[in-house]
């Protein structure tokens, strides 16, 4: 069976401050990967999503990037982080792009100081 | 652009219908969803309606999907505290698969 792990699952860091968030998918091959936000107000935002290896796509401009080093590994990144960038990081996997099913990570809480 | 909208609270007694209503503006989807979130965890699909359909039932859920007027609502019969979470509608973004919009989200709060 498929298995999604992000981590770290809490975050508290100052601004200015660098930031990597891990998330692997097991149990499957070349997954569609994608990186969401849930701010304060519980609406999810997508930031990022990938078809394979080395290809991103970002949805809105920001202060975050993020990587597909391999082929089931999607880090979400930052040089400095804002005050902003507070919220819940989800990602996700889905097996084909024609469907939204998505299958989430338990998600990375980052509070930004 | 595309938007989805959702209130954000319904509270109701255990034994009862839950309705949860969403409205979507994209036309185009082709698949509409409910998601659930329980408190500090990711999100969990629930259940998928395809565009051409005007109700889905599965088990205690019923999601009914009317185009003309593009509402959504997920129906949960017989509502248990278990139930009580954060269900999320969303749409595809353009009609890119996991590319969605989601609504704000509804907490639903269930009293014993």
């Known amino acids: 069976s498929q298995t999604i792990h992000q981590w770290p699952a809490t975050l508290v860091q100052p601004v200015g401050s660098p930031l990597s968030l891990e998330c692997t998918v097991e149990g499957t091959s070349n997954p569609n990967l994608y990186w969401y936000r849930q701010a304060a107000g519980r609406g999810l935002q997508l930031l990022f999503y990938?078809?394979?290896?080395?290809?991103i796509s970002s949805e809105v401009p920001q202060n975050l990037s993020a990587s597909r080093p391999q082929d089931r590994q999607f880090i979400l990144s930052s040089k400095k982080l804002l005050l902003s960038d507070s919220g819940f990081y989800l990602c996700?996997?889905?097996?084909?792009?024609?469907?939204?099913?998505?299958?989430f990570g338990e998600g990375s809480r980052l509070t930004v100081l | 652009g595309e938007d989805v909208e959702q209130s954000l609270f319904l509270s109701v007694r255990e034994g009862d219908s839950s309705v949860i209503n969403c409205t979507y503006t994209d036309s185009s989807s082709t698949y509409l969803y409910w998601y659930k979130q329980e408190p500090g965890a990711g999100l969990q699909l629930l259940t998928y309606?395809?565009?051409?359909?005007d109700m889905k039932q599965d088990q205690r859920l019923t999601v009914l999907l009317n185009k003309k007027d593009k509402h959504l609502s997920l129906r949960i019969a017989d509502t248990q505290t278990g139930d009580s979470a954060i269900y999320f509608c969303?749409?595809?973004?353009?009609?890119?698969?996991?590319?969605?919009?989601f609504g704000q989200g509804t907490e639903l709060s269930v009293k014993p």
């Open positions: 969303a749409e595809s973004i353009n009609n890119q698969g996991g590319k969605l919009i």
């Open positions: 990938s078809v394979g290896i080395g290809q």
């Open positions: 309606i395809f565009s051409n359909m």
């Open positions: 996700a996997w889905s097996r084909d792009t024609n469907t939204g099913e998505l299958f």
